[in-house]
């Protein structure tokens, strides 16, 4: 596992400091069908080598909000010097409840974080 997140500032196409070209953030849908977790990845970058996707924790009381580490997909040989490929993810069992997810491009040297999307 990368730790493409903890290198990358939270927010709207957020990139880590790198002297490498910055990556663009993917186009992400995230739904739910009964107790599975869709996510839809559109790359929209030429130069990373994966996705991670978090969820947020610990949103409530006084608990501090973390970011859980979900799952991982690899970009194809084929794919990481183009755009327009699409990846599924499908993570089951998920939580009961509203969640927030992010979603991280990321290459050896940089990542970019997408938007915050919660589903209720």
Do not use: K
């Not at 990845?41 to 990373?48: F, K």
């Not at 859980?68 to 327009?84: F, H, I, K, M, W």
């Amino acid at each position: 596992m990368t730790t493409a997140l903890a290198g990358a500032a939270l927010g709207a196409g957020a990139q880590s400091a790198s002297a490498s070209a910055p990556i663009n953030a993917p186009q992400v849908t995230i739904s739910y069908s009964g107790s599975n977790i869709n996510v839809h990845i559109v790359d929209r970058s030429v130069n990373e080598t994966g996705f991670e996707v978090f969820r947020l924790r610990g949103t409530g009381g006084t608990t501090f909000p973390t970011w859980q580490y979900l799952s991982e997909r690899d970009s194809t040989p084929a794919d990481v010097t183009g755009q327009g490929a699409v990846y599924d993810i499908l993570i089951t069992n998920r939580t009961v409840g509203p969640q927030c997810f992010t979603i991280a491009a990321y290459n050896d040297s940089t990542a970019t974080v997408t938007d915050v999307q919660c589903l209720q």
